[in-house]
């Protein structure tokens, strides 16, 4: 079985971790507009649940059958 191409496994898993609200970089925010709820957090990916991700996005893409070379 053909395995998919590694550009679209990690766009898929960019999705993924933006949809979980987590974010690969520093975001910057504004502070002056404190006036209402705060946004929920984003965290920061590790290294560990990056891969994570990026395994979920392989099983999602082999299942699916998108994205092979």
Partial sequence: MAEPSEDAVLKRA????????YTDGVEARSVSDLG?????????????????FIQQ?????????????
Avoid at 14 to 21: F, H, T, V
Avoid at 36 to 52: C, D, I, K
Avoid at 59 to 69: C, I, P, T, Y
């Fill in 14 to 21: 960019k999705e993924l971790w933006q949809e979980a609200g």
């Fill in 57 to 69: 996005a392989r099983n999602e893409l082999r299942q699916k059958g998108v994205g092979f070379a």
């Fill in 36 to 52: 209402g709820p705060l946004p929920r957090a984003r965290v920061l990916l590790t290294p560990m649940r990056l891969q994570e």
